[in-house]
């Protein structure tokens, strides 16, 4: 099943079950909105999730880009990504968290073809403040799903104060064929977690009581690169068709080991849906986010050969994700873009060389030294120490 397959499969369950689909999915979330780029799909739902009318009614799902840069590091494994699509459904109100969870189950199943038996669930066990989530856990049950009962893992909250909830988190096998499903998804990592249903019901004070909401909420994400893994039998996102013509244009152009290449598609790629939302780089915000995926790619391009060019990046690269990602910009303006800061870095590379050459800073390098080259030279702390690794 191809991504676009699963996107319709997901949109079309949904609309007939009278979910009316949002649309829209920029990275940017509005300007009253202090957080840099869109992190969920219930990120711009946050108002009606509150308790604000949706003008499109109190049943609604959609595809939403999102961005996070909480897991950067991360970024060059097998299963981590900077830019991604979460799949989401919601009631605002309406149907009940059982409910969900028994479409949930009927979409993965009949509509996906993930066989019952490969299905494992955890469900909230309860702490010192809510107790045990019985309403999913006896769903589950009825199902015929294996349920595992956590604490930490199965509270939702969105940030430390705000909407929060227990939640049901569904596992699919991904073992090897021929090997029957073993373990539970806290005890073996071959059970992968494809979707979060949120019972979305209390608000948390500053004080870390918990408030009801007048409102009691459901809030599903599915992230749609994880799913097409997972459906299309890889355990790397980077071999689903979301990534083919990466995979196929990038290796023959640089040669590169795994975690280097997946970093460099990564970042690309999503410095590409960022430069579509019209974020330019820049020194702070958003543009900060564009500039440091940008220079993280040169960074490892140049590590082994600093001949290695973006003007060398396919124009097929830059069309692939824009249209991906619904964007209406052109490949010469995003090629323009990326241009731009590699001649920008490079310069502030060769500065920086010259600066650091100085005999002072010659011998390891004090907290003032590093402030005084960001603060005078534009040298940023996680620079300077690239260019000091022989």
Do not use: K
Request: with cysteine; charged share 25%; hydrophobic share 30%.
């Amino acid at each position: 099943m191809d991504t676009d397959r699963i996107v319709r499969t997901f949109t079309d369950y949904f609309r007939e079950r009278g979910h009316e689909l949002l649309t829209g999915g920029t990275l940017l979330p509005p300007t009253t909105d202090p957080v840099l780029f869109t992190t969920s799909g219930m990120h711009p739902l946050t108002p009606y999730l509150e308790g604000r009318p949706h003008p499109q009614g109190r049943r609604l799902a959609g595809v939403q880009r999102c961005l996070r840069t909480t897991d950067l590091d991360e970024v060059g494994d097998r299963t981590h990504l900077t830019v991604f699509e979460m799949l989401g459904s919601w009631s605002l109100g309406d149907y009940s968290h059982s409910q969900s969870l028994r479409w949930g189950h009927e979409l993965l199943c009949d509509g996906f073809g993930i066989p019952p038996q490969r299905m494992y669930v955890t469900v909230f066990g309860g702490d010192d403040q809510v107790g045990p989530d019985g309403e999913s856990w006896d769903t589950w049950r009825e199902l015929g799903v294996p349920v595992e009962p956590t604490s930490d893992d199965n509270w939702w909250s969105h940030a430390p104060v705000g909407l929060c909830g227990p939640d049901s988190e569904i596992f699919v096998w991904t073992g090897d064929a021929g090997t029957p499903p073993q373990g539970s998804p806290t005890t073996d990592p071959r059970w992968v977690e494809v979707w979060n249903h949120v019972s979305m019901r209390y608000h948390r004070l500053e004080d870390g009581s918990l408030r009801p909401l007048r409102q009691p909420n459901v809030d599903t994400g599915m992230g749609l690169e994880r799913l097409a893994t997972v459906l299309q039998g890889h355990d790397c996102v980077y071999d689903s068709d979301l990534f083919e013509p990466w995979m196929r244009l990038v290796p023959p152009l640089w040669d590169l080991d795994e975690p280097s290449l997946h970093l460099v598609c990564d970042h690309l790629r999503s410095g590409i849906a960022v430069i579509g939302d019209g974020v330019r780089p820049s020194h702070t915000g958003r543009g900060y986010v564009l500039r440091r995926l940008t220079r993280r790619v040169l960074t490892t391009l140049w590590r082994d050969d600093p001949s290695r060019t973006l003007s060398d990046l396919p124009t097929e690269l830059l069309g692939h994700t824009l249209d991906r990602f619904r964007q209406p910009g052109g490949t010469a303006l995003v090629r323009e873009v990326l241009l731009d800061e590699e001649r920008r870095f490079g310069g502030l590379l060769e500065r920086g060389r010259r600066v650091l050459g100085r005999s002072r800073f010659e011998g390891p390098l004090s907290d003032e030294d590093y402030r005084y080259l960001h603060d005078t030279h534009g040298l940023p702390r996680d620079l300077v120490m690239t260019l000091r690794t022989p």
